[in-house]
């Protein structure tokens, strides 16, 4: 524990010591040794939800090391230590914290890592659509990978309703199969179909026959 006193010094001469200062205590280094833990694996890319990864941690003591993680949101992330592996539950971040213990050689220790959990990906199947006639309608389908619902929009010369384009002229019509995604599963990239559509043939007449000669 340690006091200040000042004495200030000028052509003069010195003043007196002033009044001692507040009490610091100042510790003393620790002669410890570092022994925060190391998390492997070094890096953990983005884990999809139900997906799942091995972790294990090192310490320069050798000793025992606790690791817990916790989720942003709660629950983002579960960590099992028996098996030692961490299972992606929800979209979000996981953090993983390891604490090694000190002993009469070696410090506290403490290490984190973090990592993102992110919606499982989804694909769309949407069959390329043939060039139509007037005047419809027609009706289309696409599936999702996830099992989701899949949802169209149109552009053109034509409209749809669920899955049903009608058609409102010739020209051309894009459809487009669309799948927002949930909780679990991300947005599937939009599938567009273009096709043309024409007017229905008209049906042609035909002609009568000629009259004959007269004889004389």
């Not at 510790?27 to 983005?46: G, M």
């Amino acid at each position: 524990t340690y006091t200040v006193k000042v004495v200030s010094s000028n052509l003069v001469g010195d003043s007196a010591r002033s009044v001692a200062s507040s009490s610091a205590t100042v510790a003393a280094a620790s002669s410890k040794l570092a022994n925060d833990p190391v998390i492997s694996p070094a890096t953990i890319p983005d884990l999809v939800i139900d997906g799942t990864v091995d972790v294990s941690t090192t310490t320069p003591s050798a000793g025992s090391v606790s690791v817990s993680v916790s989720g942003n949101p709660a629950g983002a992330c579960t960590y099992d230590s028996t098996t030692k592996k961490i299972t992606a539950i929800a979209a979000g971040t996981c953090s993983i914290t390891a604490t090694a213990e000190e002993t009469t050689t070696y410090s506290a220790g403490l290490a984190t890592k973090t990592f993102n959990v992110v919606k499982v990906p989804q694909t769309i199947v949407f069959a390329a659509i043939a060039n139509q006639v007037m005047p419809g309608p027609l009706v289309v389908s696409a599936t999702a990978s996830s099992t989701l619902t899949v949802t169209f929009t149109a552009t053109g010369t034509c409209s749809i309703n669920t899955a049903t384009v009608s058609f409102s002229g010739a020209g051309t019509c894009t459809v487009t199969a669309n799948q927002a995604g949930n909780t679990r599963y991300a947005a599937a990239p939009a599938i567009a179909r273009t096709f043309q559509i024409t007017a229905a043939p008209v049906d042609g007449g035909g002609g009568g026959g000629g009259g004959g000669g007269g004889g004389g």
